[in-house]
C-alpha cells in the first residue's frame, strides 16, 4: 500500500510518498498523489512513521539545519538513469556541477542531455539534489518541468549565488 503525507515549505507543499518501508517519491503537485501503477489509491496517512521521518527532515532542511537526508528510500528507473542518481546524490550542499559534470562523472561524456531527462525523472527531488545541476553557463535550466523558481529558491536556500 502507498501512504502518503504532506509537508508545508517555503516553495510550497510537498508530497511524500511512501510504500512498505520505503521513501519512493517526493511531488510537488498533488495530482501526482491519485493513484499508482496498479490503479490503487494512495493513502493519505499523515501519522504514518516513515512519512512523518521524511517531513520532518524535510523541515530541517528548510529551516538550515539539514544539509543531507537519511532516509530509506527505492528508485525505480533504468539502469542509466540509476547511474545519474547516484551521480547527483554525491553534490554536496551549496556545491553545484553542471549537466557535462555528470557526464563525465558518470564516464559518459555525450550523454549530456540523456542525464537532463534523468534528472527531470528524478523521483526524489530534494533528497537527490537535482536541482544542484544547472546549465553550462551557470543558467537556470530545468526544475521539476517548469519549476525553475523553486530551483532558485533551493538553491538560495542552500547559499549558491549564479
Not at 89 to 114: F, H, T
Not at 119 to 141: A, M, Y
Not at 153 to 158: P, T, V
Request: hydrophobic share 35%.
Amino acid at each position: 500500500m502507498y501512504r502518503y503525507s504532506s509537508v508545508l515549505t517555503p516553495i510550497g507543499t510537498i508530497y511524500v510518498i511512501c510504500h512498505e518501508e520505503q521513501l519512493v517519491r517526493i511531488e510537488f503537485d498533488k495530482e501526482f498523489l491519485q493513484k499508482d501503477k496498479e490503479g490503487n489509491l494512495y493513502n493519505y496517512t499523515p501519522n504514518d512513521p516513515l512519512c512523518e521521518l521524511a517531513t520532518f527532515q524535510l523541515q530541517e532542511y528548510f529551516a538550515g539545519d539539514r544539509s543531507a537526508f537519511d532516509l530509506p528510500f527505492h528508485l525505480e528507473g533504468t539502469t542509466f538513469q540509476k547511474e545519474v542518481w547516484e551521480a547527483l546524490s554525491k553534490i554536496q550542499y551549496g556545491e553545484v556541477k553542471c549537466y557535462q559534470d555528470i557526464a563525465k562523472e558518470i564516464n559518459r561524456p555525450l550523454a549530456v542531455r540523456a542525464i537532463g531527462q534523468a534528472n527531470r525523472r528524478n523521483p526524489l527531488p530534494i533528497v537527490i539534489p537535482c536541482h544542484r545541476v544547472i546549465g553550462k553557463n551557470k543558467d537556470l535550466v530545468g526544475y521539476a518541468g517548469d519549476k525553475i523558481g523553486m530551483k532558485e529558491e533551493l538553491l538560495k536556500l542552500e547559499g549558491v549565488l549564479l
